[in-house]
């Protein structure tokens, strides 16, 4: 516990963005090189869950194939949209 009474919380603040969408829904989340376009599996060890995602690049052009579940840190993501 801090000295101000707060305690130390290591869950980056990132995970609120998360808060309104329930499992299944369709999101895109932004990293530095891209973003991921999949439906929302969870959050689990400091990582969100997208699952059936396309990796896209800035530009909006696909960069692999669909992947049944990627796991993107959460210290990584710059943006989560629906």
Do not use: E, K
């Amino acid at each position: 516990m801090s000295l101000f009474g707060t305690p130390f919380s290591p869950v980056p603040f990132i995970v609120g963005l998360f808060d309104n969408f329930p499992i299944g829904t369709r999101l895109a989340v932004g990293q530095d090189s891209g973003f991921w376009v999949g439906n929302f599996g969870g959050i689990q060890d400091g990582v969100a869950l997208l699952t059936n995602a396309l990796l896209f690049s800035n530009i909006g052009t696909p960069i692999d194939g669909v992947r049944p579940v990627v796991r993107i840190p959460l210290r990584g993501i710059t943006f989560v949209s629906q």
